[in-house]
């Protein structure tokens, strides 16, 4: 079993930055794409950003590229998003993500507050 547990949510102004760190725990060794996902009031969850196993592919919805960065650390079994220039369409609850094997494993998710 895998347990996902993320950090680093809050509250920041509009052009401001944070970064949340998601830690994998227990059986780990097969966890192959890791990513974030984002869920706001009255909305679907929606896909953030994925890295692959190797770190070597990424995938970001187009309204955050070149504002968010992934990267995992896979000795740590952690991964990571960098966000700059926060907008307040970016409030949301983030939820860490990871596949293993045929399974989707989800966090508990992490409030980020961006106010105008």
């Known amino acids: 079993q895998v347990q996902l547990v993320e950090s680093g949510g809050g509250l920041v102004q509009a052009g401001g930055s944070l970064g949340l760190s998601c830690v994998a725990s227990?059986?780990?060794?097969?966890?192959?794409?890791m990513g974030w996902y984002r869920q706001a009031p009255g909305k679907q969850r929606e896909l953030v950003a994925l890295?692959?196993?190797?770190?070597?592919?990424?995938t970001y919805r187009d309204s955050v590229k070149g504002r968010f960065t992934i990267s995992r650390d896979n000795a740590k079994n952690t991964v990571y998003l960098q966000m700059n220039g926060l907008k307040v369409e970016d409030t949301a609850v983030y939820y860490c993500?990871?596949?293993?094997?045929?399974?989707?494993?989800w966090g508990q998710g992490t409030q980020v507050t961006v106010s105008s």
């Open positions: 890295i692959s196993n190797s770190g070597g592919t990424r």
């Open positions: 227990g059986s780990t060794l097969s966890i192959n794409t």
């Open positions: 993500y990871a596949s293993r094997n045929a399974l989707e494993l």
